[in-house]
C-alpha cells in the first residue's frame, strides 16, 4: 500500500513541475481585432441642387466616409429625362 501511495504521489508531484515549468513560458502578444469604421456613407457638401428649367450639365460634390476596398460608388435615376449620369472619383 505504501509502495502505491508513493507512487501515486511522486506522479502528481512530477505532473505538478511539468503545469509550473510550462505556465511559465511566455505566450505571444495579443493584437486586438481592429474594429470595423461603420458603414460607408456618402454626404453632398450642397444641401441643395438648382436646375436650370432648360436643363443641362449639373455636378453635385460628395464626400465619401468609410468607403469599402474594391468598390467604387455608382449613381443612377429612373427617370428618362436625366441622362448621361457620371461619377468622378478623381478629386478624391
Known amino acids: 500500500m505504501k509502495i502505491l501511495f508513493s507512487s501515486f504521489l511522486s506522479s ?3 505532473l505538478s513541475v511539468m503545469f509550473a515549468a510550462s505556465s511559465c513560458t511566455e505566450d505571444e502578444p495579443v493584437t486586438p481585432p481592429v ?11 450642397q444641401d441643395r441642387l438648382e ?3 432648360e436643363g443641362g450639365d ?7 466616409s468609410n468607403p469599402v476596398e474594391d468598390i467604387e460608388p455608382s449613381a443612377a435615376c429612373e427617370a428618362d429625362w ?3 449620369i457620371v ?3 478623381a478629386d478624391a
Request: proline fraction near 13%; aromatic fraction near 6%.
Open 12 to 14: 502528481v508531484m512530477m
Open 35 to 45: 474594429p470595423p469604421a461603420g458603414d460607408p456613407e456618402i454626404a453632398f457638401t
Open 51 to 53: 436646375v436650370p428649367i
Open 58 to 64: 449639373m455636378s453635385a460634390a460628395f464626400t465619401l
Open 82 to 84: 436625366i441622362t448621361g
Open 87 to 89: 461619377v468622378d472619383t
